[in-house]
């Protein structure tokens, strides 16, 4: 511990997750009780199961007789809540929220739902994804006198639906307003004094899906979370689709602002639990697939395949099964390491890896491994785990990685913000394979990567980051400096 710092500081700075992975933003999760649900219970455990989509923050929104109250806090869902606290949340409906920021801070203020006020009533929000013009619509109000109580994206929907709801019939006619409007990737579910409504963005970038719980109904960002409530998988929402639930009906709008279909990919490669299904392809699947494929393409002679903990292991698994050499369990992970909010300094930063993980000594010495992870984006943390296995007596560590070099920003909902950050967007593969330390290197192509979502069409995902191909043209007034101030870099 250094000078001046606490031990909480100290605790936040080893346990960081500011390391080499990819954060996304957030997690969703909604209720229409038809029974005698208790719904706040509910969309906790609903979290809960939503956990890895965010660690930041976390909130709880109740409608109980049409009157919208919540609870939310900075943390994991489990730090946030009390029986005490759940015990307070009655009501007929419930959404919730589990965040990783995006645009806008790290703060309370920014912790999700939203609750508002337009001319009917209150609603909630719980935003999943980020867009594109926020910061234009956001000065446009601005200048018209608008105060804005968070830097979100959330609240300029919330804003666009109060002001379209001003001028139209319905929540409907409000909603399709605000969807001509806002650009970028958004899941959204919204609820109301009378209703719910679930959103997905025209492109389907970010994934929403809807449950049945005996006769209620359940919107959640994944199929495990549906599972982990006990609820019946129904179907996905459809890209550019609006559904409305209130009472035991579910009414469904198609707006004509379809796209064609650009889920992304990390989803497959990263985000979602491997025990979900999204768009009707199975993510365990999907990462054994690329594994095996990786295997083809990038062949090599060693004794043990071992897996990064945990977005790793089940591409090894795929690359063990295609190669046949033994997958192994070599790297032990501490559970227990959680988020920060406090950013680590360099020093802190380098030990973090070793807090978080440990070479298993008896299955690595004098072993040719292959070393498999999802990813490498900085390079920072796949450097140490690489020497890691070396300090432990690895013979050679041949790096395997199941997706194509990260080269370009996202612009929606992924920490990648400049090419500045990106080690592939810099260096030659070969280049990074010497300052990772690793004996031999090979990407996933992306014709390979599209391969491995059994079941879905090619062409139906954003590879932007890999590829540069945006399905949605990126304003000219967001520049990579811009964009990485949008992240907090």
């Not at 489990?78 to 949340?89: A, K, M, Q, W, Y």
């Not at 909010?341 to 020093?347: A, T």
């Not at 592939?424 to 031999?440: C, K, L, Q």
Request: aromatic letters at 8%; a negative charge.
């Amino acid at each position: 511990m250094y000078k001046n710092e606490s031990m909480a500081e100290y605790e936040y700075c080893i346990i960081s997750q500011f390391d080499d992975k990819i954060h996304e933003a957030c997690g969703v999760f909604g209720v229409y009780n038809n029974d005698d649900l208790d719904v706040a219970r509910l969309v906790y455990f609903g979290l809960y199961a939503l956990q890895h989509r965010g660690q930041e923050s976390c909130g709880i929104a109740v409608n109980q007789d049409g009157e919208i109250t919540g609870h939310k806090g900075m943390g994991l869902v489990s730090e946030v809540f009390t029986e005490r606290i759940l015990d307070r949340l009655d009501g007929k409906m419930a959404i919730g929220h589990t965040r990783y920021s995006t645009t806008g801070g790290s703060s309370i203020e920014n912790c999700q739902p939203l609750i508002a006020r337009y001319k009917d009533g209150r609603m909630a929000i719980a935003h999943n994804g980020n867009l594109v013009n926020a910061s234009k619509i956001r000065l446009e109000f601005e200048n018209q006198g608008a105060i804005f109580q968070t830097s979100t994206d959330s609240e300029v929907i919330a804003n666009l639906i109060s002001r379209h709801g001003l001028k139209c019939r319905n929540l409907e006619e409000a909603l399709i307003k605000t969807m001509e409007i806002i650009e970028g990737s958004y899941s959204l579910i919204i609820m109301t004094s009378n209703k719910l409504a679930g959103i997905r963005d025209p492109w389907g970038i970010r994934p929403l899906c809807i449950g049945k719980l005996y006769n209620s109904y359940i919107l959640a960002s994944e199929t495990c979370a549906l599972e982990a409530v006990g609820a019946e998988f129904i179907r996905d929402v459809e890209p550019g689709e609006i559904v409305f639930i209130e009472g035991d009906s579910i009414r469904s709008i198609k707006t004509n602002y379809n796209k064609p279909h650009r889920l992304c990919i990390f989803e497959h490669i990263y985000f979602a639990r491997p025990d979900s299904f999204i768009d009707g392809a199975s993510i365990y699947n999907a990462r054994i697939e690329a594994g095996r494929l990786l295997a083809i393409q990038h062949p090599v002679d060693a004794d043990l395949v071992v897996g990064v903990p945990d977005s790793g292991i089940t591409a090894a698994i795929g690359f063990s099964r295609q190669s046949g050499i033994p997958y192994g369990e070599a790297l032990i992970k501490n559970r227990y390491v959680g988020r920060t909010f406090i950013q680590p300094n360099q020093k802190m930063r380098e030990q973090s890896v070793n807090i978080k993980l440990n070479a298993l000594r008896t299955e690595i010495e004098g072993k040719r491994i292959v070393l498999i992870d999802d990813s490498i984006v900085r390079g920072t943390t796949t450097k140490k785990i690489v020497q890691m296995l070396k300090n432990a007596g690895a013979k050679e560590v041949h790096m395997r990685i199941s997706s194509p070099p990260v080269k370009f920003p996202c612009y929606f909902g992924i920490d990648i913000a400049s090419k500045e950050h990106l080690i592939a967007a810099n260096h030659t593969i070969e280049e990074i394979r010497d300052v990772i330390g690793a004996d031999s290197l090979g990407f996933l192509s992306v014709e390979n990567l599209l391969e491995s979502p059994v079941g879905a069409p090619k062409n139906s995902f954003c590879t932007a980051c890999f590829t540069g191909d945006y399905p949605i043209n990126v304003p000219q007034g967001i520049s990579e400096k811009q964009n990485c101030e949008r992240f907090g870099y």
